[in-house]
T-cell receptor, first 114, second 110 residues
Framework: DAKTTQPPSMDCAEGRAANLPCNHS???????VYWYRQIHSQGPQYIIH???NNETNEMASLIITEDRKSSTLILPHATLRDTAVYYC???????????????FGKGTKLSVKP | IAGITQAPTSQILAAGRRMTLRCTQD?????MYWYRQDLGLGLRLIHY???????GKGEVPDGYSVSRANTDDFPLTLASAVPSQTSVYFC?????????FGPGTRLTVL
């Protein structure tokens, strides 16, 4: 089972910031928070990941609470092309003999509206 | 930059037929994965390979086989297709902790 909880859907006005929440109350100390998105009929796309510090890249910002039990993905200026299902995944980086795969939950369907 | 390519894009297959889905990456990543995605079930891991010459079973391996003769290619074979294998199949490779996905193959088994 996925270790994260996300709202099933959200709407956002074009040009506004989209803030997507994720709860991961059982996260372990060595687990990172990853965000992927899947635009309709395409493969999932990596967005960003972080451990405990806030992270920013050209696509988005990731805000992780101090207790690491929740996080928020921020798309600063959402466009219609950002309409997609957004997945929050927690994963340790020590793969060892494990499969190293990602476990996807149901994600949040973000609809950006004009 | 091609990244990961998958072929075919889509396929309609008669039950009982053999089918190989192709996956090729040009990023020289060691680890590769095959997932299937079904409505309401999300992505589920079928098989994986941590490096050329090795493979492992994922969550739903029955009815599928894989091989990893070299770093670039990771084909998925359905020996005798059944309707329950109708799905969208995604191949992925991993660099560090980030996975990169192909565009998918939509397979319909009748």
């Amino acid at each position: 089972d996925a270790k994260t909880t996300q709202p099933p859907s959200m709407d956002c006005a074009e040009g506004r910031a989209a803030n997507l929440p994720c709860n991961h109350s059982t996260i372990s100390g060595n687990e990172y928070v990853y965000w992927y998105r899947q635009i309709h009929s395409q493969g999932p796309q990596y967005i960003i990941h972080g451990l405990k510090n806030n992270e920013t890249n050209e696509m988005a910002s990731l805000i992780i609470t101090e207790d690491r039990k929740s996080s928020t993905l921020i798309l600063p200026h959402a466009t219609l092309r950002d309409t997609a299902v957004y997945y929050c995944i927690v994963r340790a980086t020590n793969y060892g003999g494990s499969q190293g795969n990602l476990i996807f939950g149901k994600g949040t369907k973000l609809s950006v509206k004009p | 930059i091609a990244g990961i390519t998958q072929a075919p894009t889509s396929q309609i297959l008669a039950a009982g037929r053999r089918m190989t889905l192709r996956c090729t990456q040009d990023m020289r990543h060691n680890a590769m994965y095959w997932y299937r995605q079904d409505l309401g079930l999300g992505l589920r891991l079928i098989h994986y390979s941590n490096t050329a010459g090795t493979t492992g079973k994922g969550e739903v391996p029955d009815g599928y086989s894989v091989s990893r003769a070299n770093t670039d290619d990771f084909p998925l074979t359905l020996a005798s297709a059944v309707p329950s294998q109708t799905s969208v199949y995604f191949c992925a490779s991993r660099s560090g902790s980030t996975q990169y996905f192909g565009p998918g193959t939509r397979l319909t088994v009748l």
